[in-house]
T-cell receptor, first 112, second 112 residues
Framework: DAKTTQPTSMDCAEGRAANLPCNHS???????VYWYRQIHSQGPQYIIH???NNETNEMASLIITEDRKSSTLILPHATLRDTAVYYC?????????????FGQGTELSVKP | ETGVTQTPRHLVMGMTNKKSLKCEQH?????MYWYKQSAKKPLELMFV???????ENNSVPSRFSPECPNSSHLFLHLHTLQPEDSALYLC???????????FGSGTQLSVL
């Protein structure tokens, strides 16, 4: 599976947009970009995923560059409850076996 | 609430004990997973079950024994564990092995 690189930690002011970057320069054409987050003492939670086009749902927006080598997860109005570790994961479309390989992620701290 | 329930939430056991972790989902999913999360480390995939059949064993020591009696239940039987096995054990499920995962809250295990 392609590897991802994320900053170790980031801060964001409450009410502001949080922009979390991810590099996946070795991604192949048949691999999705997935984002999960893990709030302290809980299991990871699915946020969003995309292949080529930008995606938006009730939680976040995902912006994927045209060359697909990087992406940005956007939380439009961060709240204190968005404080968590955010994982960017590259996963094959035909993921036989169900592997989802987690890296270290970005620890986002939303501050009042 | 993700629809994936793990019990117990916390477990303390001695190295000679035998215990079991339980995971239950009523989402109608066909794939179930065990992950291990040690302190300050990324999540590690342990086992994958598709339609009750084990499809992935990520070189897990035999002191961890999974059991999947039906598509809704998954167990992890533990025996003669070591202190380094202390970790958060997370169960997840997905509709199929190539779809997004829903995680439980995990069992925090301490081996004394």
């Amino acid at each position: 599976d392609a590897k991802t690189t994320q900053p170790t930690s980031m801060d964001c002011a409450e009410g502001r947009a949080a922009n979390l970057p991810c590099n996946h320069s070795t991604i192949s054409g048949n691999e999705y970009v997935y984002w999960y987050r893990q709030i302290h003492s809980q299991g990871p939670q699915y946020i969003i995923h995309g292949l080529k086009n930008n995606e938006t749902n009730e939680m976040a927006s995902l912006i994927i560059t045209e060359d697909r080598k990087s992406s940005t997860l956007i939380l439009p109005h961060a709240t204190l409850r968005d404080t968590a570790v955010y994982y960017c994961i590259v996963r094959p479309i035909y993921n036989q076996g169900g592997k989802l390989i987690f890296g270290q992620g970005t620890e986002l701290s939303v501050k009042p | 609430e993700t629809g994936v329930t793990q019990t117990p939430r916390h477990l303390v056991m001695g190295m000679t004990n035998k215990k079991s972790l339980k995971c239950e989902q009523h989402l109608g999913h066909n794939a179930m997973y065990w992950y291990k999360q040690s302190a300050k480390k990324p999540l590690e995939l342990m086992f994958v079950y598709n339609f009750k059949e084990q499809t992935e064993n990520n070189s897990v020591p035999s002191r961890f024994s999974p059991e999947c009696p039906n598509s809704s239940h998954l167990f992890l039987h533990l025996h003669t564990l070591q202190p380094e096995d202390s970790a958060l054990y997370l169960c997840a499920s997905s509709p199929a092995s190539n779809e997004k995962l829903f995680f439980g809250s995990g069992t925090q295990l301490s081996v004394l």
